[in-house]
Every structure is written in structure tokens, then in C-alpha cells.
């Protein structure tokens, strides 16, 4: 009969990924002609177990370029955005969620700005990002041992070895075919 054993390890309790898009509205010190650019920078966000959903919080700051006077001039206005979702990951089973205990978001396609326009003064935008969550937990492991061991092989020295060689090369005739005539 098996022995079996019990190991605690960390194991991935959920998993998933989610397309998140967003709009924005700036208002900007001129009044803008022409949108010349868009970025996104400093990207930070963090996410945490809320009852069986996580929910992740973060903030980026985009910079809008842009011209004003007819397009004479240009400018660049900053807005730090900040944005709270609360997704419902996959579980591998539903019991798991109670036994998680760290949550792992990692950004897969940062934040970028897909569409920018002018509207009644005004710069409208949307910004999209992909963002991949883990539920980590504790789980047991049951495995079985095997007791018995494996027979030990003989290891012979080098000095033996050769000896063993030596006796075989000295009772080895040359001479065996003229022997036999």
C-alpha cells in the first residue's frame, strides 16, 4: 500500500485578462486648432481581493500636443487620470477564492491613447489598456511516496578496473591461429 504525503504550495487559484477603454475630457489653456499628439506615461496601478472580484485602482498621466492660433503655435497640456475597475476573474474552482491571498496584475499593453478629437473647445479622448490579473493561493498537494529503495550498484575503483584489464590482456594468446595447426 502507498504512503502518501501532503505538500502546501502556491498555486494559481484564477486567471484571466481584460481590454479596458476609457474617455477622457481635458480642458486645455488655449483653444486648440489641431491635436498633434498624444501620450501616455507613468503608468501605476495595483489590485486587491473585494469579496469574490477584484478590483484594480491606478493613475497615468497623459500629454496632450496640440496647436492653437490657426495652428501659429503649440502647447502641451498634462492631465493625471486615475481609474478604479472591478473585474470578475475565471476561478478554477469556486471554492478556491476563499484561500487566496496575494493578487497579481501586470500590465500587458500599456496605456495608449486610441482616438483624440476637439469638441467645442474641448479634447475628448479615450485610452485603452490590457491588463492581466493571477489569484494566488495556498493548495495541498497529495502525492505518493514510494518507501522502498532501489538496490545499490557496485562501483568499482579505477585500480581495479585496470587490474581486471590486465588479467584479461595476459590471458589473451597472440599466437592462437599457429597454435592450432
Known amino acids: 500500500m502507498a504512503n502518501y504525503r501532503e505538500i502546501v504550495t502556491k498555486t494559481v487559484l484564477g486567471k484571466g485578462k481584460k481590454l479596458f477603454t476609457n474617455h477622457y475630457s481635458l480642458t486645455p489653456e488655449e483653444t486648440p486648432t489641431t491635436i498633434l499628439g498624444c501620450w501616455v506615461i ?7 481581493k473585494e469579496n469574490d472580484k477584484i478590483r484594480i485602482r491606478g493613475t497615468c498621466d497623459v500629454n496632450i500636443w496640440y496647436s492653437y492660433e490657426n495652428d501659429t503655435k503649440t502647447l502641451v497640456s498634462k492631465q493625471t487620470i486615475s481609474y478604479d475597475e472591478l473585474v470578475n ?20 499593453s500599456g496605456p495608449t491613447c486610441t482616438k483624440v478629437e476637439i469638441k467645442n473647445g474641448l479634447v475628448e479622448y479615450d485610452i485603452e489598456k490590457e491588463l492581466g490579473i493571477e489569484i494566488v493561493g495556498d493548495a495541498k498537494v497529495r502525492i505518493a511516496v514510494d518507501d522502498s529503495e532501489d538496490d545499490w550498484e557496485e562501483i568499482l575503483d579505477t ?23
Not at 166 to 181: A, R
Open 42 to 48: 507613468n503608468h501605476k496601478f495595483e489590485g486587491f
Open 89 to 108: 476573474v475565471a476561478k478554477k474552482r469556486e471554492s478556491d477564492i476563499e484561500n487566496a491571498n496575494e493578487v497579481i496584475v501586470r500590465c500587458l
Open 159 to 181: 585500480k581495479e578496473e585496470s587490474q581486471i584489464m590486465n588479467e584479461i590482456d595476459n590471458e589473451v594468446k597472440e599466437d592462437f591461429i599457429n597454435e592450432n595447426k
